[in-house]
């Protein structure tokens, strides 16, 4: 007897865990195996929170999975490279092409792009996986990787006279030489309120609010309590209930 579909998928999920588990095993910016995994795990976690029955299981965990096989940050700032790699792998997996297809959308349209540059998901599964990919950019887990990407890319950690740009465009966000304090005011503190779903907004407001904690405490060790940034920061301190 031959396979179920059910049973194909669940295959080339774990196909696809084994390949990318040994493929970033040594990656060391904050986008390696443990970041995927997590991506992965919080995407099926907001999948059974808001659509079990509406979004694709397998689109959503291959999705979650492959999103940053190939980050446009690590190849000249090609965009069609992670979709490209996507596509090669699933091919050999003998997976469908409308799977593949749907797979290579939510890569091609989730990357954050700049503060003025929006970035809206055309599938149900692609909310669900750009939501559980900014989830990672937040919290403890986001402030770690923050710091690890930035040590990668010989970055200054926090230079006080050197404020945060708020990009509006890609071109400018994808040119942009910024501390690692300042990645916070231009990517990561915007990013609770561009959750899709119901269920990150509410895992985004914790996260969010321990960021803001932790950048209180870092202007106030490093003694720039009357610093721009310090201003900046209080812009950010209320809930979103608030705002």
């Known amino acids: ?15 696809t865990e084994s390949y990318l588990k040994e493929k970033f095993k040594s990656e060391s910016s904050g986008h390696d195996w443990a970041h995927l995994y997590r991506v992965y795990r919080t995407s099926l976690q907001i999948l059974a929170g808001e659509a079990p029955h509406q979004a694709d299981k397998q689109i ?19 965009e069609s490279a992670g979709p490209r790699a996507a596509a090669t792998w699933l091919k050999s997996l003998h997976t469908d092409e ?11 349209e989730l990357s954050f792009k700049g503060a003025g540059v929006q ?3 055309s599938t149900l599964e692609g909310k669900i996986v750009q939501d559980a990919d900014r989830l990672d950019a937040l919290g ?5 990787r923050a710091f690890a990407y930035g040590g990668f ?25 910024s501390t690692t304090v300042n990645h916070f005011f231009e990517k990561l503190l915007l990013l ?24 209180d405490r870092f202007f106030a060790e490093s003694h720039e309590t009357e610093s721009a940034h310090v201003r900046l920061l209080q812009t950010f301190c209320q809930t979103e209930n608030d705002s």
């Open 119 to 121: 970035t809206p998901m």
């Open 60 to 78: 959503v965990s291959l999705g979650a999975l492959l999103h940053d096989i190939a980050d446009w940050k690590f190849h000249h700032g090609d």
């Open 1 to 15: 007897m031959g396979e179920s579909e059910v049973e194909r998928a669940m295959n080339r999920v774990a196909q």
């Open 140 to 144: 403890a887990v986001g402030i770690a």
């Open 98 to 108: 409308p799977t593949i297809q749907a797979v290579c959308t939510i890569i091609s």
């Open 153 to 177: 890319k010989h970055r200054m950690m926090f230079d006080p006279g050197a404020p945060p740009h708020l990009h509006q465009t890609a071109e400018q966000y994808k040119a942009q030489q």
């Open 192 to 215: 609770r309120d561009r959750m899709n779903t119901e269920t990150a907004r509410k895992l985004a407001e914790e996260r969010h609010r321990f960021m803001v904690d932790f950048l």
